[in-house]
């Protein structure tokens, strides 16, 4: 059982910490497939990685429900870490999340069950957070769409293997959708509604 | 020889001192306090407050002294200061029929349970200029009597004993209320937002809007039920203690209209509300705001929509005099960019308009000598 | 007395949260105006308080940051929101294009290319393109929703029937990513092309109507058009009067009560680097030597 005061730390600089992991994500958001940098500058609890530990500190709140996939919730650190620094909602129905944390991506849920948005308002949609082994190494895709110059490669070992299947869903839905980050201790990649795989090699 | 515009910044910096000196004035002449703006000046404090969005008579003062008693700009002042303040929670909701009233009237009833009580008013007066007030006006003191014990129930809720008034429409148990500073305003919006922007809005628009539905553009036939000015305690849960902790005293302004009744085959006829509510003593902007209110329940009231009053997005997207103000005032900023491309694209039409009436005129001129 | 204190670069943490999540939105959905509770800002609505807030949740110690108005860094609205900016954040501010990481503009795009590591602001004062054609929210809403883009054809094609051309000299509307209509601000249609397939990501706000979008790099940026009547960018018939570019957006200057004029770059930073690398105009004046204007200054 830990404590609030065992609790490992959040940002040391709340304001600066922020803007710099606000800016890595923003920049791997804007540029899919591109493998952004965080500066890890908090402490992180159970399975979660430093780099989701930082993303979930710049961008949760009490306004932005948050569904946590099994791995994740089963940890009471992980739980007691994100409502003491965050105090973001644990919510059980993945359709109201703002963000969705996966740890065990080969447990994902059928993406469909996360927020789509609306027509209407589209924007109103989870974000989906995924910790994955690598994002230098493993298989290759081949990316396309708004951010990309041309053709994007990216490496990565990814679970579930067959993510990018999947997010094909996004061409159908648009302008509804899921937006991806995938985290790989302190690597970031992003792969926004609008991103299409066009090949995957070995 | 054109120089290109350099020197903008200390324009700027000279702009500013000389606006000080100006709002300063003369300096033979004593500067202004605080206090004195908030004594004697108390219902422009009142308006920058309530449009302000912050209970504050010394910020709201300091507020109208920078401002050079512009209130539009005063109330600008305070909003952006108020937008920087943490947020700890929401009050519960302030009991009006518990207020300690200075003055309360109602047009509906001739006496009303608690009496009606004139309090501080420019009701009749009579609108002469008074040069004693010129200067060292010393007023009489005020009369007194033994304060009243006795209850001064809502004239709603004396209505709403007997069914005449429908209840007072209640959001669900739980259900937060809404913040449009916290939340951007989507249409069609529910009545705390409604009520919310109406309460910040400009009073001179809401009095006109208002206003309008008396004239007959949304009339919805309208009596003060009443009106009161007083203190009122405001509470809050505080969530490690488990009860309601009170933060202090307000003054608020009510205005409760009792307007048309509706009914139908199923439901009895009845009256229905119209709601305003004001920082500080602010009759005009109640009553207005409830006169809105009520038009703007139009919707909800199965009653058609057609006038400017009634119209929920034509209202609450015009009623915010510092967004107003900014965007007006804006068109002052250089557009000399844009000017220059209407400007290209005009000379371009006229150009051409000049050659094609050119070629007419010509072609009109061959046939003429043709003939 | 409630002395105020002010967080780095203005905003609370909890404002900028909510506006980074929203910035996030845009950018994942090119074009699409995302709602935003836009704050009250220390400036009036109207004068930038949406690129300031856009530019306050981006800004960090790293950053040097370009401000401009009509292209130009010395109006009087770029100084007073460069000068917020060194103030609140204490970030470096410069006049070159090409130095900045964080261009906050103003009705114009600067003539240099702008680079990947770069994120360009505008400020927005209406930023639904529909709205003048149909001013409520919940009908444009509804357009953008089914990607119901008639009305703006329409409303074009009256024109040329009227004037013979698209009578919309700026804010000419665009498709982003063959989606979504957008209002690139009140830039001349002069800019229209640098929006597209453009390096740097371009981030739009608009603080009084509460929203925020954005273009992500290399994204097809179109302006709306007709077979028939192409787009065609505005053109100049003179060079600038003191650098002598031939390819510029130019302001006109009235030099005297008997009509004479006189054309030169609107962008200044171009037009003083420019004319620092020797490149003379029909008017220009000694050689140049104000360099102090083209370094960082903060």
Not at chain 2, 305 to 330: I, Y
Not at chain 3, 98 to 124: F, G
Request: net charge negative.
């Amino acid at each position: 059982m830990t404590t609030i005061a065992e609790l490992p730390p959040g940002f040391a600089d709340k304001v600066l910490s922020a803007q710099s992991t606000f800016r890595s994500v923003m920049d791997a958001m804007a540029r899919p497939g591109s493998v952004q940098r965080i500066v890890p500058m908090a402490g992180t609890a159970g399975p979660m990685m430093r780099g989701t530990a930082a993303i979930a500190l710049t961008l949760f709140d009490h306004d932005t429900p948050l569904w946590l996939d099994a791995r994740m919730s089963d940890s009471s650190d992980v739980l007691k870490w994100l409502k003491f620094h965050t105090g973001a909602p644990v919510v059980q129905d993945t359709s109201i999340a703002s963000f969705a944390l996966i740890s065990d991506g080969g447990a994902l849920p059928s993406l469909e069950r996360f927020a789509l948005g609306t027509n209407e308002y589209p924007d109103r949609s989870t974000t989906v957070i995924i910790q994955v082994d690598a994002l230098d190494a493993g298989p290759s895709f081949e990316l396309r769409g708004p951010g990309i110059d041309g053709v994007a490669t990216l490496r990565a070992s990814i679970k579930p293997f067959d993510l990018f299947e999947r997010l094909r869903i996004n061409e159908a839905l648009f302008p509804r959708g899921i937006d991806v980050v995938l985290v790989a201790d302190e690597a970031v990649v992003a792969i926004p509604r609008t991103t299409r795989i066009v090949s995957k090699g070995a | 020889m054109y120089v290109a515009v350099k020197g903008g910044e200390r324009a700027i910096e000279n702009a500013h001192r000389l606006l000080a000196n100006v709002r300063r004035g003369d300096q033979s002449v004593p500067e202004l306090s605080l206090d004195q703006i908030s004594e004697q000046l108390g219902l422009a404090v009142d308006r920058v407050m309530s449009e302000g969005s912050l209970y504050d008579r010394e910020l709201a003062a300091l507020a109208i002294k920078q401002a050079r008693g512009d209130l539009i700009e005063a109330i600008f002042l305070v909003r952006a200061f108020r937008a920087t303040l943490p947020r700890f929670g929401a009050s519960e909701p302030v009991n009006t029929g518990a207020m300690r009233v200075q003055r309360r009237v109602s047009s509906t009833f001739k006496d009303i349970p608690g009496g009606q009580i004139l309090g501080p008013t420019f009701d009749y007066t009579h609108r002469l200029l008074d040069p004693s007030l010129a200067e060292g006006f010393v007023p009489e003191a005020p009369a007194v009597a033994e304060a009243s014990t006795a209850p001064t129930p809502r004239v709603t809720d004396i209505l709403g004993r007997d069914g005449l008034i429908e209840t007072s429409p209640q959001a669900g148990d739980g259900a937060s209320v809404g913040d449009l500073t916290r939340e951007p305003l989507n249409f069609p919006a529910d009545r705390d937002l409604r009520l919310q922007n109406l309460a910040r809005g400009d009073e001179g628009f809401l009095l006109a809007m208002g206003y309008s539905t008396q004239r007959g553009y949304g009339r919805n036939h309208p009596f003060a039920g009443e009106i009161r000015f007083g203190e009122v305690e405001v509470e809050l849960i505080a969530e490690d203690v488990g009860f309601a902790v009170p933060l202090g005293a307000i003054e608020l302004t009510e205005c409760q209209m009792v307007n048309q009744f509706k009914g139908s085959a199923t439901e009895a006829p009845c009256f229905t509300r119209g709601y305003g509510l004001a920082f500080g003593q602010s009759e005009r902007k109640t009553m207005s705001m409830a006169l809105v209110d009520r038009a703007l329940r139009a919707r909800e009231l199965g009653e058609e929509a057609l006038a400017p009053a009634q119209d929920e997005e034509f209202v609450l997207s015009h009623s915010d005099n510092v967004q107003a103000t900014g965007f007006v005032e804006h068109l002052k900023l250089p557009h000399y960019v844009d000017f220059q491309s209407e400007l290209g694209l005009l000379r371009k039409l006229r150009r051409e308009f000049a050659e094609s009436t050119a070629v007419a005129n010509a072609s009109n001129a061959m046939k003429e000598a043709a003939e | 007395m409630n002395a105020p204190a002010y967080n780095f670069a203005y905003l609370d943490e909890q404002t900028k949260r909510m506006i980074r999540r929203a910035i996030l939105k845009a950018i994942a959905i090119p074009g699409y105006q995302v709602p935003f509770a836009s704050r009250e800002m220390p400036m009036p609505y109207g004068w930038g308080t949406g690129g300031v807030q856009v530019t306050a949740a981006i800004l960090g110690p790293q950053d040097v940051l370009k401000v401009i108005d009509q292209g130009s860094d010395d109006t009087t609205n770029a100084i007073s929101i460069r000068k917020f900016f060194a103030k609140t954040a204490g970030v470096a501010t410069t006049t070159s294009t090409d130095h900045a990481t964080v261009i906050q503009t103003r009705h114009r795009i600067p003539e240099a290319s702008l680079h990947e590591s770069q994120v360009l602001v505008y400020q927005v004062p209406i930023p639904e393109p529909l709205r003048f054609l149909e001013p409520r929210e919940t009908e444009t809403r509804r357009m953008h929703a089914l990607a119901e883009y008639g009305l703006m054809h329409v409303k074009l094609y009256e024109d040329i029937a009227r004037f013979g051309h698209i009578a919309t000299a700026y804010a000419y509307p665009v498709k982003v990513n063959a989606r979504y209509v957008m209002d690139p601000s009140p830039t001349p249609k002069f800019d229209n092309p640098k929006m597209d397939n453009c390096p740097a990501l371009q981030l739009f706000g608009a603080g009084r109507e509460k929203r925020i979008y954005a273009i992500p790099p290399y994204t097809q940026v179109v302006s709306l058009d007709f077979e028939d009547h192409p787009f065609e960018p505005y053109r100049f018939n003179a060079p600038c009067a003191l650098c002598g570019a031939e390819d510029s957006y130019l302001d006109e200057i009235v030099t005297d009560d008997k009509g004479s004029r006189m054309f030169v770059c609107s962008d200044t930073d171009h037009c003083e680097g420019r004319q620092a690398a020797g490149h003379r105009g029909a008017l220009s004046a000694a050689p140049y030597k104000d360099k102090a204007q083209g370094e960082a200054n903060g």
